[in-house]
């Protein structure tokens, strides 16, 4: 979609276009709401801003879109397919790395209660396993922090590829 047709579109079907970027209601509003954008630029700096702070509730919520890092859905959703092109650099033909990504998953779910949350667009399964390697080692509350960032950096980064 163009920026035009997005600053045009219903505001139904403006929040419909965004929320595979993020899942929130109250950051789709606010960045619908900011309508009309006068170009790509001011809309993704929009975008940002809605994103922070971030809640705990709207982290958990928007966290039930994404799979798990070398877990490739398979839907034809457009949540489904954001993460397949995001997720190309993860190689599942190195099983090492697979299993490591699969046990550091798990590992990552178990002591913080939710999915291992990265921008995988433009890294491959080592640089990620690795970044899932070091954030293990966090604690709750610093780690808090850093999934909020990520996802608002995807956010933003998948709402600079719809616009596109």
């Excluded at 606010?30 to 006068?38: K, S, T």
């Excluded at 859905?73 to 990504?101: F, K, Y």
């Excluded at 980064?157 to 596109?164: H, P, V």
Aim: hydrophobic share 45%; with cysteine; net charge negative.
């Amino acid at each position: 979609m163009s920026l035009e047709t997005f600053n045009g579109a219903d505001r139904d079907d403006a929040i419909a276009f965004v929320r595979p970027c993020l899942d929130v209601d109250r950051w789709c509003a606010e960045l619908v709401d900011g309508r009309p954008y006068a170009s790509v630029g001011d809309a993704l700096a929009a975008a940002e801003s809605a994103a922070h702070p971030l809640t705990d509730a709207e982290v958990e919520g928007a966290l039930a879109h994404h799979p798990r890092i070398g877990e490739r859905p398979t839907g034809a959703g457009a949540h489904a397919a954001i993460s397949r092109a995001e997720q190309s650099g993860v190689d599942p033909a190195d099983a090492d790395v697979a299993a490591a990504l699969a046990e550091g998953n798990r590992a990552y779910e178990e002591r913080f209660g939710r999915v291992f949350l990265i921008r995988a667009a433009g890294r491959s399964s080592r640089d990620i396993l690795e970044a899932l390697t070091e954030r293990l080692a966090h604690t709750p509350e610093e780690e808090a922090p850093v999934v909020a960032d990520q996802l608002r950096r995807i956010a933003v980064l998948r709402l600079k590829g719809l616009l596109a």
